[in-house]
């Protein structure tokens, strides 16, 4: 029987792209990896303090192996069940498709996300407004982000490239959506986002529809 290890670089081989192997592990306590994937295997959400949010893993991530076999929607369940580490191969697009593959697949964390900073860059307080506190038509948001999560939340390296590809923004990684709004000179949307960032009324966004989702 081949070893893990040489199940994974033949998985690889196979796949033909470019692809990462990214370890997952439980701690302490932990029941859950923290990701959801959509029935392709694409990563559709990531839970904060997770071994996926620590391990690197992004949104729009796809898996394609579980310790060196291929993997489905219909057989990750039995192939994590029980462990507490797993290793995962994943292919991760090229920033120009990022945008392209959360449109396609309907992936609403990344979409709504991009559309949270650009109305930041904008200036767009109400439509900012309906989109984290999930009012008017933009109420279906992510169900794992707070507005006041969404407003400490950091632009990772291959979002802000993205969306730089996409929309000319010139943001960077790290920024928060406060920078993003000073960065564009949006002063009373800075001032907005502060006052919900100190405010502990922040609720849960609304809730989605499962879709066929999975959670791992």
């Known amino acids: 029987m081949r070893s893990r290890a040489e199940r994974t670089a033949r998985t690889k081989a196979a796949v033909g792209r470019t692809t990462s192997v990214i370890m997952l592990d439980l701690r302490g306590e932990e029941t859950s990896f923290g990701l959801i994937l959509n029935e392709a295997m694409r990563v559709v959400e990531i839970d904060g303090d ?13 898996i394609v192996a579980v310790d060196g076999d291929r993997t489905s929607a219909y057989t990750i369940g039995e192939q994590i069940a029980g462990k507490r580490r797993i290793e995962l191969v994943v292919v991760r697009p090229a920033e120009r498709e990022l945008g392209l593959v959360a449109r396609e697949e309907n992936v609403d964390e990344w ?9 930041c860059a904008r200036g767009e307080i109400a439509q ?36 730089n590809l996409m929309h000319e923004l010139g943001l960077k990684a790290g920024q928060r959506l406060t920078d993003v709004a000073l960065q564009h000179g949006h ?28 959670t791992a």
């Not at 997770?50 to 796809?62: E, K, M, N, Q």
């Open 187 to 214: 002063i009373e949307l800075v001032n907005w986002l502060r006052k919900w960032g100190n405010s502990r009324q922040a609720g849960r966004f609304g809730s989605m529809e499962d879709g066929g989702d999975v």
């Open 128 to 163: 900012l407004e309906a989109r984290l506190l999930g009012r008017g038509a933009q109420s279906q948001v992510s169900r794992l982000m707070s507005p006041a999560e969404a407003i400490e939340r950091r632009l990772i390296e291959s979002e802000a490239n993205a969306f």
């Open 111 to 119: 979409s709504q996300w991009e559309q949270i900073v650009l109305a």
């Open 50 to 62: 997770t071994p996926a949010a620590r391990s690197g893993l992004h949104v729009l991530d796809l």
